[in-house]
């Protein structure tokens, strides 16, 4: 079973953000609630089979002030956490990766214990070591990125 060679189709609708706008409030709510009892692990698309750890990652918007958590899929790199801005393919970089680039001083949750970080996006030669890690944690990475034009980004969670 190989890689789809074109993105889904209807992937570019206008409803696809919104959809995953919902589905995130409710993750949240229901991971924060249960201190990641429920909601620490992805198990769609490539997650149903092998899922993956997800956390949550407050972000402040750049225009509004407000802060704002995602459910995010991640890998454990030392002391560091790395997650990655791949919005399923879609042709726009996700609105907490850009909004990381303008405040990087945040915090995350992983399962009930909070940590607080600082983002920053990886270097190529660290991409290109995370890439394929990142690939075998969760194989979708690979097909996000032949269906998008942009280079999906890779961000260093450091403590802080």
Known sequence: MGLPKEKPQ?????????????????HV???RRTG???GSKWRIGAGFRKPVQTLLLDHVGRKSGRTF??????L????????????????????????????PETRIQIKSEVREVRARTAGPEERAALWPRLVELYADFASYAT????EIP???LEPR
């Open 10 to 26: 209807g992937l570019d609708s206008p409803l696809v953000p919104k959809v995953m706008k919902y589905a995130a409030r409710a």
């Open 154 to 156: 890779v961000v260093i």
């Open 76 to 103: 454990v790199d030392g002391p560091n956490i790395v997650v990655v801005g791949s919005q399923g393919g879609l042709p726009q970089h996700p609105q907490w990766y850009r909004n990381l680039m303008a405040t």
């Open 36 to 38: 990641g009892r429920i």
């Open 147 to 150: 269906w998008t034009d942009r």
């Open 69 to 74: 958590t995602t459910p995010l899929l991640y």
């Open 29 to 31: 709510w229901t991971y």
